[in-house]
Each structure stands twice: as C-alpha cells, then as structure tokens.
C-alpha cells in the first residue's frame, strides 16, 4: 500500500512490529490500543536518519497531520488529564493543543527542571494557568 502521507503516530507502530522486545513502550502501547503522538521524533537523531533516508527516496512522513489529531483529540473529549514525565516539546506541545479547549482539567508533572532557571521545561503546572494551559477551575 502506498500512501502519499504518514503521521508520526501512524509510524511507530510499524516500528514496533519491527521489534522483537514484546516489554517496549511502544510494544506495550499498541497491546492497550494507547496512541503515541510525538512532537519531536524529527527532533533527535531520528529526524536525521529520516533526512539521510529521503536524499534518495520519497519521505512522506508528515508531523503535522499529528497536530491535527491532537487538537482533534482535545475537543472530542469532555475532560482531559495529562501526565507530563520529562519535558520540552511534548510539554509545551500537549500544553499548547489545549489552549484551544480552555486548557487541560488536570495534570501532573514530574521533572528535573527547576523553575528558577526560567525555561519552559522546568515551569511550574500553576504557570500553565497564566497561559490558559491549565483550566483553574478544575483543580491540580
């Protein structure tokens, strides 16, 4: 089957039926029906393996067709929890899709970064409020 374009969320369950480790994360997310949706796997290494791989082949990978069902997600559900474990992109990428829903009901977060440094990985979960991230109304 050829398709003309595919999401960073539609790809790494291909990958994972590549692995033989039954116990990855990805292994164990496909075996619950869980959705992975990574902002930055172009980020990393792997966005470099995925330019060297389209010098000589068509690339039709498309992290932006996962934005869509991010935010698609976000208004099809009438409350929304995060867990936010590390940070950086996936943060600030869940985070912002929730804007456009008057922010997420809930959240956790559990990091290394420190607020004090001011950068957007160590920000507090109160913070979030300040930017409509986080619905006050709902409780942390």
């Not at 977060?109 to 709902?138: F, H, Y």
Request: glycine share 8%.
């Amino acid at each position: 089957m050829t398709r003309e374009r595919i999401s960073i969320s539609d790809l790494l369950p291909e990958i994972e039926n590549k692995l033989s480790d039954n116990e990855s994360v990805l292994s164990v997310a496909s075996q619950k029906g869980v959705p992975i949706i990574c902002p930055a796997f172009l980020n990393p290494i792997a966005g470099f393996h995925v330019w060297l791989y389209g010098q000589d082949r068509k690339t039709r990978i498309d992290p932006f067709l996962d934005v869509r069902k991010i935010v698609e997600r976000m208004y099809e559900d009438k409350k929304v929890g995060i867990i936010i474990l590390g940070r950086g992109v996936p943060k600030h990428f869940v985070l912002f899709a929730n804007t456009f829903r008057d922010g997420v009901d809930s959240a956790i977060q559990i990091t290394m970064d420190r607020p004090e440094l001011g950068g957007l990985s160590g920000t507090t979960v109160e913070e979030a409020v300040s930017w409509g991230k986080l619905n006050p109304t709902e409780g942390r």
